[in-house]
């Protein structure tokens, strides 16, 4: 596997000498840690030959694109890219994401090829043949390559990212994408597998009591996520302003080893949220706020009852949806618990994240801007499709322009009893329309 070296602050172009009975020359690196590393080219069969290839070398010194190891393989690269590179930054999840696509679909097809002579028509063709399989795997492939080879020229083993301008094979979806000069992610929401707002007041309304109740009202009236919300704590909350900030989650780092965390820690540990723009902080509905009045109450209660209980004391993480000892929740705990509440209701079987989607669609459908759902959705730029009736989409288009004068004319003041301003940004707005139209 290849082993990273450090990049060269200076470097030395030695003239064209007999090696070997041809012509060739050496240049002399000096590293960042100022040790010094010497490459060779030769097997030139004339000193003309030598000289030539030694200007372009020099040129590429300059410019910052000379390749300092030319034998590296792309399946060598990309598994130190994934096990030493990114094993580091990202999820447990992620991770086996990523694993799945590069042993399985970029080592097998290009991974033989040196990095050095990778071209734009290897990493077509390679979409290509991943897409006659799966369209989402073909975008994950995507995604991966170009991240993998800007690393790949930063460390000098490539001389230009050859993935940064390849585009996916033409789909309907992918079509309308393009359309938006921005080239914005198309999401897509199938409603069939989403609750309606008589579902969505049902299923809260029949969660009280059970120990979901919370993960049930941040996913269909805040739109986060299952790891966002089991990662809350009260710290969070901003009770003068009533704002909520989204800063963490709940689940696996790939790089840490069982015997390093406590038992049962390791689908708990606080990572960071799924995304830049997952970092966010949103305005709390009401009904939201008022749970989490009553439930810091229990909090304190459960810390108070167990403070002189050495067999099984009270673990003061600050965690919102907790059990009666402080310890967090766990990704699957909510599955029982849900499952049987769709059941007894009468409700569609769909996935908790669905409930996620069912906030979204249900702002979209109540004409919110799609860059205001994005935004408080976590989204950094999206075009949001959602299928209404099979193989027809309404897709919800940028209208950035327009929200302005919208604010300005439609929304109203809030309640004046706290002397409260007009709404001032997007997260407001949706909020605000969401709110109303629950009550």
């Known amino acids: 596997m290849y082993k990273s070296v450090k990049k060269y602050i200076d470097f030395k172009v030695y003239s064209v000498t007999r090696i070997k009975n041809k012509y060739g020359f050496r240049i002399v690196f000096t ?12 097997g030139f069969s004339t000193k003309k030959e030598a000289n030539r290839f030694r200007d372009i070398v020099i040129i590429e010194l300059y410019n910052g694109t000379f390749v300092m190891d030319d034998r590296v393989t792309t399946e060598d690269f990309m598994t130190y890219w994934l096990e030493e590179f990114m094993k580091k930054k990202i999820t447990n999840d992620s991770y086996d994401t990523y694993k799945n696509v590069i042993y399985n679909h970029i080592n097998p097809k290009i991974g033989k090829i040196r990095l050095s002579v990778l071209n734009k028509s290897h990493v077509q063709n390679l979409y290509q043949e991943i897409y006659k399989e799966s369209l989402s795997t073909a975008k994950l492939c995507k995604t991966i390559l170009k991240s993998s080879l800007n690393q790949a020229l930063c460390e000098n083993l490539v001389s230009s ?5 390849i585009k996916l094979p033409r789909k309907e979806e992918i079509k309308i994408a393009k359309q938006n000069k921005n080239n914005y992610r198309t999401i897509r929401i199938d409603v069939a597998k989403t609750l309606n707002e008589d579902q969505i007041r049902v299923i809260i309304e029949k969660s009280r009591g059970t120990p979901i109740h919370f993960q049930i009202l941040f996913a269909v009236l805040m739109g986060l996520r299952r790891g966002e ?5 009260y710290s969070d909350v901003d009770l003068v302003h009533r704002k909520l900030k989204i800063q963490r989650q709940l689940g696996k780092m790939a790089n840490v080893s069982l015997e390093k965390l406590k038992k049962g820690e390791y689908t708990k540990q606080e990572i960071p949220v799924k995304t830049f723009s997952s970092n966010r902080e949103l305005d709390i509905p009401d009904i939201v706020f008022e ?3 009553e439930e810091k109450k229990k909090y304190e209660k459960n810390k108070k009852r167990r403070l002189n ?3 099984n004391p009270f673990k003061d993480y600050g965690f919102i949806c907790c059990s009666n000892y402080g310890n967090p929740r766990s990704k699957s705990f909510h599955f029982k618990y849900y499952k049987k509440l769709l059941e007894d209701n009468n409700l569609p079987n769909i996935r908790f994240h669905d409930l996620r989607k069912s906030y979204c669609t249900l702002l979209l459908k109540n004409n919110i801007n799609d860059k ?6 976590g989204h950094s730029s999206s075009i949001i499709s959602i299928d209404v009736y099979g193989d027809n989409e309404e897709i919800i288009s940028d209208c950035l322009k327009e929200l302005e004068p919208f604010i300005q004319e439609v929304v109203p003041k809030k309640e004046e009893k706290n002397g409260d301003e007009f709404l001032e940004n997007i997260e407001d707005l949706v909020i605000y329309e969401y709110v109303t139209w629950m009550c």
């Open 31 to 42: 590293l960042s840690d100022n040790s010094l590393s010497v490459r060779q080219k030769s």
């Open 229 to 233: 919300i089991n990662g809350l704590k």
């Open 161 to 165: 990212n050859v993935a940064e301008d």
């Open 372 to 377: 205001a759902v994005s935004s408080v959705m």
């Open 309 to 311: 209980d050495k067999t």
């Open 291 to 293: 749970a989490i009045l």
